[in-house]
């Protein structure tokens, strides 16, 4: 998270898009998604945003991005929390083994690009034989 060195009491969501680097149109959507996040509105039916809010944008944004949950992972971890309370690590992996979540890294192979290549290749010779 961006360092800020003004702390505010209610942030807009451009300055919330920009805090931590998730798009306007995405933090829209992710109310929509998760229950914890509801944002209030001023007078003129605009989103602030408070402290709590935008620490819970980090935590979505981190299983979401950095930890490669669907929504749905991110959701089932987050409804055994308040949003008003700080996820630790290691409740966070206590809730993960309990619900048999535990992300693993998939494994990564080397790409081929010559054989792929080659496979495309065979395979534009063969529709070019069949016109």
């Known amino acids: 998270m961006k360092n800020l060195s003004i702390k505010k009491l209610y942030y807009s969501i451009s300055e919330v898009s920009k805090i931590t680097n998730v798009e306007q149109y995405v933090l829209r959507y992710w109310e929509t998604e998760f229950e914890q996040l509801k944002p209030q509105k001023n007078r003129a039916g605009n989103r602030v945003y408070t402290n709590k809010d935008i620490q819970l944008i980090m ?3 981190g299983l979401l991005r950095d930890r490669k949950y669907t929504i749905e992972g991110a959701r089932k971890i987050l409804e055994d929390y308040s949003s008003e309370n700080v996820l630790q690590q290691n409740e966070i992996q206590a809730v993960e ?24 290749k065979s395979i534009l010779e063969l529709l070019v034989s069949k016109l």
């Open 59 to 61: 935590h979505i944004k």
């Open 97 to 120: 083994e309990e619900n048999n979540l535990t992300y693993t890294e998939p494994k990564k192979e080397k790409p081929s690009i010559r054989k792929d290549l080659e496979e495309i």
